[in-house]
């Protein structure tokens, strides 16, 4: 160390020193406040200087502010996953992230649009229209149009503890079952609207300014940090315009981009949320999937917790499927790509000795069915895993996953950590067996897997 | 810096929560930062206090041009020039600021003996003003450089040269001590 830094440091300890015993004093608190509060009461023209109006009034609105910024946020991933999903019905897939974010508000409706390029698309576009109606009482109901043509309408139902989604132009539909906790938390998040803000708003934002849109005022923010998605996406903007006098949404903007693999372009979503209508007359019955009873159930699942145990248990599942290999990556879209080529791979396994006998060998309908119906599970356990890792990036628990570096062979190697207090981390290893380690024995095994 | 971005947007839209919340998370730093500056306990709580009433005034008038921290450092830093200049300027007795005792579960890097202590005081209070006040803001509170340079409307090389010069001073004034 030379010399000025060695200055430095005598400094810094010197003030540190002194910080620590500076505190402020209960009479000088009382002072600075009452004084502030009453130049900044005087200055917003405020008729009162109770709290409790201004702080119900965010309370309400940034609720619903939080519902509609994080319902684009699932809608990009949602949008994502039925673009990916192919061969195998992956829509169902969306209904893990829609179901965590639904919270306590009054009633809400607005429209969308969304256009995806590149992935298996390659050169084309694929637009869909989208419909949302939002209601503390009755639940959540999204809506997806292609080309004038309803492609899935989804719906989570409280008294059912269910979310549906229907499939009209396949006549089917699928079920997945929450628990009470998972229901409680869907419905009642959002107590402290300060921590539910600061859940959508995990990266840096910057400030857009005023504009006006559709003949309204408007301020805006913007945010480019990928931890808002919860690591999702491996590029992330989303913008969000709100009316400067009511402090209600007017639009929301989401563009991401996520590699799709070898041999294909990157992935490209844009979304535009507007048309908000907030506190209106919703009918129940819009609420209500009311299926035709011609349309086949394709399956009904239980939603996995977010836990350490059903993230181990859809790591599991995933290496089962993949020869004890785990997914390069703990993002929604990337993980159902992965399971779909394993299954592929394994299908063409089971059946090589038919192709062999017969080259025009083509499986039936059925069994295509019965490969769906049984890997949908599957699909299910991981999404657990990928959740469970998103909640901890959004929650900025330092977060790390080595699954391109690291398989079920690696025992002794870490697969997964995250921090749980400031010296000590929860690591699963590659056996899936989870400890609690020090940093200091964090750094050692971590250098371990580069090398 | 995220929490701020929320707070300033919330209380430049009328938020008194938002400027309590503002206040209880600055409030000791802004202290220690006046007392630093202004050697006198009584008059960096007035200081404090006029930065917040200040603050408060301007409300949906505030413009960030860096973090609201380095605001807040930096007006503190300015009332305590003009506090100063009125004044005859004190030796940094530390009258009034209690050293307290090393907690035992402090990490050594930051206990500090007294005696080392009055010593690194002492050596500060020679500084000129500027020098000083560089030192603080960059070291105390971790302005960087181009933001302390931006409050003050300087340059950021001056600002580097004040900080130098003040190190270098600080440095000779210590290894003249020593060898005492």
């Keep these: 160390m030379n010399g000025a830094e060695n200055i430095e440091n005598l400094i810094k300890k010197f003030y540190a020193t002194k910080r620590s015993s500076v505190t402020t004093s209960d009479e000088m608190d009382k002072k600075v406040l009452n004084d502030a509060l009453a130049v900044y009461e005087k200055s917003n023209n405020s008729e009162s200087a109770n709290l409790q109006p201004n702080v119900w009034r965010i309370i309400m609105k940034n609720r619903i502010t939080k519902l509609a910024v994080a319902a684009a946020i699932i809608i990009a991933a949602f949008i994502g996953i039925n673009h990916f999903g192919g061969s195998i019905d992956g829509a169902s897939v969306a209904w893990a992230s829609l179901s965590e974010r639904v919270g306590r508000i009054q009633t809400c409706f607005f429209k969308g ?24 009482e009755c639940g959540f109901r999204f809506d997806t149009y292609m080309d004038g043509n309803v492609n899935m309408m989804q719906y989570v139902i409280p008294t059912e503890k269910a979310i549906v989604s229907v499939m009209p132009t396949h006549k089917k539909y699928m079920r997945m079952l929450l628990t009470d906790e998972m229901l409680r938390e869907m419905l009642s998040k959002g107590a402290d609207p300060r921590e539910t803000v600061k859940q959508i708003m995990l990266g840096e934002y910057t400030h857009l300014g005023e504009s006006v849109i559709d003949g309204v005022k408007v301020e805006g923010i913007e945010t480019t940090d990928p931890r808002v998605g919860g690591g999702q996406f491996e590029k992330y903007l989303a913008r969000c315009w709100v009316n400067a006098e009511t402090q209600l949404p007017v639009q929301l903007e989401m563009e991401i981009e996520n590699s799709e693999g070898p041999n294909m372009p990157p992935m490209k979503m844009a979304i535009i949320l507007d048309n908000f209508e907030w506190d209106i007359d919703l009918d129940p019955e819009i609420f209500e999937p009311n299926i035709p009873s ?11 917790d977010q836990d350490e145990g059903s993230a181990i248990q859809g ?5 089962e499927i993949a020869s004890g290999k785990y997914p390069q990556k703990l993002a929604v879209m990337d993980v159902m790509r992965e399971i779909t080529e394993a299954v592929k791979t394994n299908s063409e396994k089971e059946w090589q000795s038919q192709i062999i006998s017969d080259p025009n060998f083509k499986p039936t309908q059925e069994e295509m069915e019965d490969i769906r119906n049984k890997t949908m599970p599957k699909m299910m356990a991981v999404q657990g895993t990928c959740m469970f890792y998103m909640e901890l990036v959004k929650a900025d628990k330092d977060a790390a996953y080595y699954g391109d570096k690291v398989t079920s062979e690696d025992v002794d190697a870490v697969l997964m950590r995250w921090k749980i207090s400031d010296d000590e981390y929860r690591v699963i290893f590659g056996d899936l067996t989870a400890e609690n380690v020090s940093a200091e024995q964090l750094e050692e095994l971590e250098a371990a897997i580069s090398e | 810096m995220l929490e701020d971005k929320w707070l300033v947007w919330k209380f430049k839209h009328g938020s008194c929560n938002a400027l309590q919340l503002i206040y209880e998370k600055y409030k000791n730093d802004l202290l220690a930062l006046a007392i630093a500056l202004s050697n006198d306990k009584k008059g960096a709580e007035d200081i404090v206090h006029d930065v917040f009433v200040a603050f408060a005034q301007l409300a949906s008038k505030l413009q960030l041009r860096d973090s609201l921290k380095s605001y807040l450092s930096t007006s503190v830093a300015n009332r305590a020039r003009n506090s100063s200049r009125k004044k005859v300027k004190l030796s940094l ?22 005696e080392e202590s009055q010593q690194v005081g002492s050596a500060l209070a020679e500084l000129p003003d500027q020098q000083r006040e560089v030192i603080i803001l960059h070291l105390q509170s971790g302005l960087k450089f181009k933001e302390i340079a ?31």
């Design chain 1, 294 to 304: 011609d349309y086949k159930m394709m399956a009904e699942m239980q939603m996995p």
């Design chain 1, 113 to 136: 649009h969304s256009k995806i390029t590149g992935g298996r698309l390659g050169e084309k576009t694929q637009e869909q229209e989208l419909e949302f109606y939002l209601s503390s």
């Design chain 2, 93 to 114: 007795d530390l009258d009034g600021v209690e050293i307290v005792a090393p907690a035992s579960n402090q990490p050594d890097r930051l206990v500090m003996s007294r």
């Design chain 1, 315 to 319: 790591l599991r599942v995933f290496a």
């Design chain 2, 150 to 180: 931006n409050a003050q409307h300087v340059s950021v090389n001056t600002i580097q040269s004040r900080y130098r010069y003040g190190l270098n001073k600080l440095r000779s004034i210590l290894d003249g001590e020593v060898e005492k």
